[in-house]
């Protein structure tokens, strides 16, 4: 048995999930009147409910208890104030100074200071193409965390869109993407970013190496690269190799780990795209969320709060899978973004002690946004055989209001988490006039648990505060589950085995060592190809 499940609290919650699995949230609510009041906080303008999960306050004061007996305070103490939490890379874990402001520390503030002199050279149009030119299109290409968190903020604040100038996202290895996007651009208007933390990623450096043979072959002189390249990286020297002029790279710290460096200078598209003034306010939005989960106690403490209903549905109620569905359009790659950040995190089986889990770790990450998954998978969520958990994400006032729109909206959002809550039952449906032949299918179990987050507006501030409330939510997590929630290692076994296969693909080596599979497949492609 590990530390975590012999804690006490741990055995109390295994115990106490026993009596819970036979409540149906129904059964909760009608013992209830107060429930919304007493499952639901707020926090400047943020409002998450949680009522309609299969829990009690009962069951929150077991997991507080449980989030002290693993020293969360602790931990959040050891981030805050710089500790190599991050021990496997003996690095600090530092996003949440990227959004200090006057607190932030010096090199943090003079790199801002940079960033926004640079968006007002291009905004004003004193920074020009190589003929003279205005920019009117900015490429980013980045993958990953340097490309996710850019290009949903992006998407997010589209209401706040710059006039003058489009923001682009390439991210794919795959040459349909760079190629669609460079087909409608013209070199002398285009400014790339090449944002990458390492700056030897394989996706990223072979899309900036076409980008600047794109440039180059219609400029036809070496000089226009520092008119169209700036880079965005903590490794200066590479992005110095690849021919970014040192006064075009904006670095950032080690620190500052993938899929939280939207704060850093690889959030130049947010800035280009809506304006620093707006960047700002979403640094601003992060740190009031910074500033609450650093001091709120336990019980109004919202990322804690969301950390513990999570652990409650994987480990308690035996949830593989956790949804995110934004009813907002402008949320859509919401989703994506929280996949890397949760999954990449939390998808770990070895503890920091080095021990194996006995416990199940991140659940999978997934969703869409709302109304669009209703009328697709939403059938399974409401009839099939898994239990999945939910957070539903609304924002009350519309970023496009088109008459007759969200109010509609807005009313699906409710109406599904409550028919996922409560369901219908057989009784309901031969009272509603249904065939009795039909009955059956026409029941609907409910008891899915979800939770509903509220934005009173989808502004720059506002989406601070919700990225940062799931950024902290993964560090309960981790602290809980007793993971490293700020290394990656699980993904490097594949690059090194891509690389080891490119001259194999091209047909330029042998590798003898190959599995019957991956050769049989390699020997297809190479028939099909030539
Ligand atoms: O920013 P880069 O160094 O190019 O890395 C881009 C991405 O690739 C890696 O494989 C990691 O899994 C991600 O965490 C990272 O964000």
Not at 3 to 27: I, K, Y
Not at 66 to 95: C, D, F, P, S, Y
Request: net charge neutral.
């Amino acid at each position: 048995m590990s530390r975590l499940t012999a804690t006490p609290a741990w055995q109390a919650l295994a115990r106490h999930a026993g009596e819970m699995r036979q409540h149906h949230l129904r059964d909760l609510f009608a013992a209830d009147q107060q429930r919304f009041a007493e499952l639901s906080l707020q926090h400047n303008g943020l409002l998450l409910d949680f009522s309609k999960q299969r829990l009690s306050t009962a069951t929150l004061a077991l997991l507080r208890e449980l989030a002290e007996q693993t020293n969360w305070r602790q931990w959040r103490e050891r981030m805050r104030n710089g500790e190599a939490i991050n021990h496997t890379e003996q690095r600090a874990v530092g996003h949440h100074w990227l959004r200090a402001g006057v607190n932030a520390p010096e090199d943090v503030r003079a790199s801002l200071s940079r960033l926004a002199a640079f968006c007002e050279s291009v905004h004003s149009g004193e920074w020009r193409g190589y003929t003279g030119e205005r920019i009117s299109d900015v490429v980013h290409l980045g993958i990953g965390g340097s490309d996710l968190g850019p290009r949903m903020a992006v998407q997010a604040l589209a209401a706040s869109q710059h006039p003058d100038l489009r923001v682009h996202f390439v991210a794919n290895l795959d040459g349909a993407d760079l190629a669609s996007q460079l087909s409608r651009l013209d070199p002398r208007r285009t400014l790339f970013i090449v944002a990458s933390k390492t700056f030897t990623t394989l996706e990223t450096t072979v899309n900036a190496s076409t980008a600047r043979a794109w440039l180059l072959h219609a400029a036809g002189n070496e000089a226009a690269v520092a008119r169209h390249f700036v880079a965005a990286s903590s490794n200066q020297a590479a992005a110095a190799a690849f021919g970014i002029a040192p006064e075009n790279v904006f670095p950032f710290a080690e620190w500052v780990g993938g899929r939280f460096s939207l704060w850093s200078s690889i959030g130049l598209p947010v800035a280009l795209a809506i304006g620093f003034r707006n960047f700002e306010q979403l640094l601003a939005g992060a740190h009031d969320l910074d500033e609450h989960f650093f001091t709120a106690p336990a019980a109004s403490n919202l990322p804690l709060t969301l950390a513990l209903i999570g652990i409650w549905n994987r480990n308690f109620l035996g949830a593989h899978s956790h949804a995110i569905f934004p009813y907002s359009h402008s949320l859509r790659l919401l989703p994506s973004h929280l996949q890397q950040l949760e999954m990449e995190s939390n998808g770990k089986r070895v503890d920091r002690d080095r021990f194996a889990v006995d416990y199940q770790t991140n659940p999978i990450v997934w969703g869409v946004a709302g109304t669009n998954g209703q009328h697709s998978f939403f059938q399974l969520l409401h009839q099939g055989s898994e239990l999945v958990a939910s957070d539903f994400i609304a924002v009350a006032r519309p970023d496009f209001p088109l008459p007759g729109h969200h109010s509609g909206l807005l009313a699906s959002c409710l109406a599904q988490a409550a028919a996922l809550a409560f369901g219908q039952t057989a009784e309901e449906a031969r009272a509603a006039g249904i065939d009795e032949s039909l009955v059956a299918y026409r029941s609907f179990p409910g008891n899915q648990p979800s939770s509903t987050l509220i934005l009173p507006a989808l502004t720059p501030f506002s989406l601070g505060q919700l990225i940062a409330l799931y950024e902290h939510k993964v560090f309960c997590q981790g602290v809980l589950w007793h993971l490293n929630s700020f290394d990656q290692w699980g993904v490097e076994l594949g690059k090194q085995l891509a690389g080891r296969l490119l001259p194999v693909i091209r047909g330029e080596g042998v590798a003898p060592e190959l599995d019957a599979s991956t050769r049989g497949l390699i020997d297809y492609l190479r028939k099909v190809r030539y």
